[in-house]
């Protein structure tokens, strides 16, 4: 069983930034990828970003120019930079770990973009 433990999210007005956070406990399997998702009122959870022990990374075009990824494979944390936030970012973000048939979920961090 992974744990994973969100911290970072909150509130800020448009155009400005957050940094979230995301720790895998019992990672076992190196070669996993980790990412964010988001799920806003009355929508379903979506994509934001993935990124693989290599490093390899994926984007929604939403957030692409605006949000980075990254990751430090020492202590099994993945980081999303968020920059030039936007009302319609208002979600609660769930950090995902992800490897062969094994999927595991943080418990959700609110961020709200409102002036």
């Known amino acids: 069983q992974v744990q994973l433990v969100e911290s970072g999210g909150g509130l800020v007005q448009p155009g400005g930034s957050l940094r979230l956070s995301c720790q895998a406990i019992?990672?076992?399997?190196?070669?996993?990828?980790m990412g964010w998702y988001r799920q806003a009122p009355g929508k379903q959870r979506e994509l934001v970003a993935t990124?693989?022990?290599?490093?390899?990374?994926n984007y929604a075009d939403s957030v692409k120019g605006r949000f980075t990824i990254s990751r430090h494979n020492t202590n099994n944390t993945v980081y999303l930079e968020m920059n030039s936030l936007k009302p319609e970012d208002t979600a609660v973000y769930y950090c995902?770990?992800?490897?062969?048939?094994?999927?595991?979920w943080g418990q959700g961090t609110q961020v709200t973009v409102s002036s």
């Open positions: 990124i693989t022990n290599r490093k390899s990374t």
């Open positions: 995902n770990w992800h490897y062969s048939s094994y999927d595991f």
């Open positions: 019992n990672s076992l399997f190196t070669m996993n990828r």
